[in-house]
C-alpha cells in the first residue's frame, strides 16, 4: 500500500508565500515522477509542476515564475515552493506520484494524495 500526504496549506494574503511539501510512505520499489496538480472551484484539474527522477522538471507555463518544485529522493518527498501568490491559486493542490511498488515487474502506478487547501485572500 502506498500512500502521498499532502502539507503546508493554508490561509495566506496575496503576494505571501507557502511551502507545500508531500510524503510517499509503503511499498515503494522506485518512484518515478512526484508533482502537484490543482482543482479550483468550477474548473477542471491542472498541472502545476512535475518533476522526475532525474531532477528534470515540467511546469505550467502561467506559474513558472512563481512556483518552484523540488524534490528529496532519499526521503520521497516532493516540495512546491510558491511566492507571489494571487486570489487566482486559490485551489484544493493534490499531490502526484508515478511509482513502481514491485521488485518483479516493471508497472508503474499512479497515486494521488487527498489535497491540501491553498487560499489568497485579503
Known amino acids: 500500500q502506498v500512500q502521498l500526504v499532502e502539507s503546508g496549506g493554508g490561509l495566506v494574503q496575496p503576494g505571501g508565500s507557502l511551502r507545500l511539501s508531500c510524503a510517499a510512505s509503503?511499498?515503494?520499489?522506485?518512484?518515478?515522477?512526484m508533482g502537484w496538480y490543482r482543482q479550483a472551484p468550477g474548473k477542471q484539474r491542472e498541472l502545476v509542476a512535475l518533476i522526475v527522477s532525474g531532477g528534470n522538471t515540467n511546469s505550467a507555463d502561467s506559474m513558472k515564475n512563481r512556483f518552484t518544485i523540488s524534490r528529496d529522493n532519499a526521503k520521497n518527498t516532493v516540495y512546491l515552493q510558491m511566492n507571489n501568490l494571487k486570489p487566482e491559486d486559490t485551489a484544493v493542490y493534490y499531490c502526484?506520484?508515478?511509482?513502481?511498488?514491485?521488485?518483479?515487474?516493471?508497472?508503474?502506478?499512479?497515486?494521488w494524495g487527498q489535497g491540501t487547501q491553498v487560499t489568497v485572500s485579503s
Open positions: 509503503g511499498s515503494i520499489f522506485s518512484i518515478n515522477v
Open positions: 502526484y506520484a508515478a511509482i513502481r511498488i514491485r521488485v518483479t515487474d516493471s508497472i508503474v502506478y499512479s497515486y
